[in-house]
T-cell receptor, first 114, second 109 residues
Framework: IAGITQAPTSQILAAGRRMTLRCTQDMRHNAMYWYRQDLGLGLRLIHYSNTAGTTGKGEVPDGYSVSRANTDDFPLTLASAVPSQTSVYFC?????????????FGPGTRLTVL | GQNIDQPTEMTATEGAIVQINCTYQ??????LFWYQQHAGEAPTFLSYNVLDGLEEKGRFSSFLSRSKGYSYLLLKELQMKDSASYLCAACSNDYKLSFGAGTTVTVRA
């Protein structure tokens, strides 16, 4: 592994199903983030974690949950998917907790909820 | 809330110069980022400005005016590979990034 990886690459999901998007980084970065990207809206922060064991809510947290059991992994869970959660999801990490640190992005997960 | 504005699209000719403007309003300010995103790929870091002035990095330069809430990204000697979306992002006082919707730059031969 080099950098930050996400799985799956893409997924089609029935509404009401539970889904976990996986994110792993091998850079030993402290902070990790989940964004969704929708056409015309840009990247919006869903949840973040400044360090292992802590998480916080971003701009659009409703319907999503996260955990940060260790430094490397930061999964995003949709408890009961709805069509409005159709989007491209990007995980990112940065060395420090400050927003002035460069964020490194994973390749993204394209999720379609029908 | 945060407000980040940038043009939706720009078109330029190979070898030319293009300037992408960005205005921002945030709760506090801890710097302005520019990211490049090719279609279907992840964003990648281009530049960070926290002090007023121009930062030059090869063919790309970024400018910041804190008093005006304004930044621009200057792309010089445009190449076909520069066709991409360019994302402006402001860091607010809670150290989180707010992104603009992105500017799609198309470079024509």
């Amino acid at each position: 592994i080099a950098g930050i990886t996400q799985a799956p690459t893409s997924q089609i999901l029935a509404a009401g199903r539970r889904m976990t998007l996986r994110c792993t980084q091998d850079m030993r970065h402290n902070a990790m983030y989940w964004y969704r990207q929708d056409l015309g809206l840009g990247l919006r922060l869903i949840h973040y974690s400044n360090t292992a064991g802590t998480t916080g809510k971003g701009e659009v947290p409703d319907g999503y949950s996260v955990s940060r059991a260790n430094t490397d992994d930061f999964p995003l869970t949709l408890a009961s998917a709805v069509p409005s959660q159709t989007s491209v999801y990007f995980c990112a990490s940065s060395e420090g907790q400050g927003g002035y640190d460069e964020q490194f992005f994973g390749p993204g997960t394209r999720l379609t909820v029908l | 809330g945060q407000n980040i504005d940038q043009p939706t699209e720009m078109t330029a000719t190979e070898g030319a110069i293009v300037q992408i403007n960005c205005t921002y309003q945030t709760s506090g300010f801890n710097g302005l980022f520019w990211y490049q995103q090719h279609a279907g790929e992840a964003p990648t870091f281009l530049s960070y400005n926290v002090l007023d002035g121009l930062e030059e990095k090869g063919r790309f330069s970024s400018f910041l005016s804190r008093s005006k809430g304004y930044s621009y990204l200057l792309l010089k000697e445009l190449q076909m590979k520069d066709s991409a979306s360019y994302l402006c992002a402001a860091c607010s006082n809670d150290y989180k990034l707010s992104f603009g919707a992105g500017t799609t730059v198309t470079v024509r031969a």
